[in-house]
């Protein structure tokens, strides 16, 4: 087993600096600094199967865009909305698939045979995402579940507050009818 | 499921506007997915990748813009779009302006004008009204181009 060098402490910016000097592992660290949030992110989006390729994807945008980025943004919100972009990419192409379709039931199946309530639980809040558009799905992910300040994803997804607010309040209203029709009345 | 989740039980939660919402909002983060664990290469793919292609950051672009966003060259654009339309504007009006008069003939059309003016001022009787009625068929029918015909009805009124 290899023991991994610690997490970089210097800032996004110097990190970024770095990179944009052509130092690849100063790019570690900002991936490491940001890896979890964007797994966090992406997992509402797509199949466990594929998460580790987008991750990588993003990640690979992300240093190829880095040449491009003003200095004065912050780097977390620019690497989300590159997330949101990949994320949003894949339920695309996803939602032409049948095949993936049939992957989807598959997987269903295959948690739901145990740990019933749990993991039905767990089934229906990814289905009810997958209900949603790509929209509606990423302010509940980044509002309701990593709990982000709506300005901080009127940024990411270069929309205004209000347009936030409203998604939002549509998409809650389909999760719940979505539930309902599972039988969960909240 | 309706059990407040721990982190709105303090009131910190994201959206308080909407209180409804709190059931809702609590059974999707107590049944939403826990993050999987990177593959254990994952990290070491992605800087391998990053490496062996070649891939580097995009050379910074050349920032045209002062500090507060003004781009120097739309600005000169913009007054040599200006510039242009004045000069096209000024060319047109002088194509399509009316001939001018020249200051002898506007003297006289004045002095014609006041003196119209006067007489229709004055108290009048049979003889003058047939007298003003023949000034004015004079000015109505002029006599030959250029003005004679003013100038003949000027001569008629300077003799009553």
Known sequence: MTTKPPVHPASDAALIQACQNGDTEAFRGLYRRHQRFVRSMLQHL???????????????????????????????????????????????RMAQSRAHQAQLSEFSADVSSTAWQDLHHQDLVRRGLQYL??????????????????????????????????????????????FKKEGVSL | VTEPHPRFRDGSAPDPDEPDDLPLVSFLKANAADVPDPAPELE???????REDNLSPLPVRRNTRTRHGLDW??????????????????????????????????????????????ETLQPSDAATDWNLLETRVHVSH????SGAGVDASLAVYSQS
Not at chain 1, 66 to 84: H, V
Not at chain 1, 137 to 142: C, E, F, H, P, S
Not at chain 1, 153 to 173: E, Y
Not at chain 2, 142 to 145: H, K
Request: contains cysteine; neutral net charge.
């Open chain 2, 73 to 118: 060259r739309k600005v000169a654009l913009i007054g040599v779009g200006l510039a242009t339309v004045g000069f096209g504007l000024r060319q047109l009006q002088q194509w399509f302006a009316p001939p001018g008069f020249s200051t002898a003939e506007l003297a006289q059309v004045e002095s014609f004008m006041t003196g119209s003016w006067d």
């Open chain 2, 142 to 145: 002029p006599v030959g181009a």
């Open chain 2, 44 to 50: 070491d793919r992605l800087m391998q990748v990053i």
């Open chain 1, 46 to 92: 797509c199949d466990p199967t594929t998460l580790d390729d987008l991750v990588q994807e993003v990640f690979l945008r992300a240093w190829k865009g880095l040449g491009r980025m003003r200095q004065e943004s912050q780097f977390s919100t620019w690497l989300y909305r590159i997330a949101w972009n990949v994320g949003a990419d894949y339920r695309r």
């Open chain 1, 133 to 178: 558009s790509d929209e509606q799905a990423m302010a509940i992910v980044l509002n309701d579940l990593q709990e982000l300040p709506q300005s901080e994803i009127a940024r990411i997804l270069d929309i205004p507050v209000g347009t936030v607010k409203s998604r939002l309040f549509h998409a809650r209203a389909s999760l719940r009818q979505f």
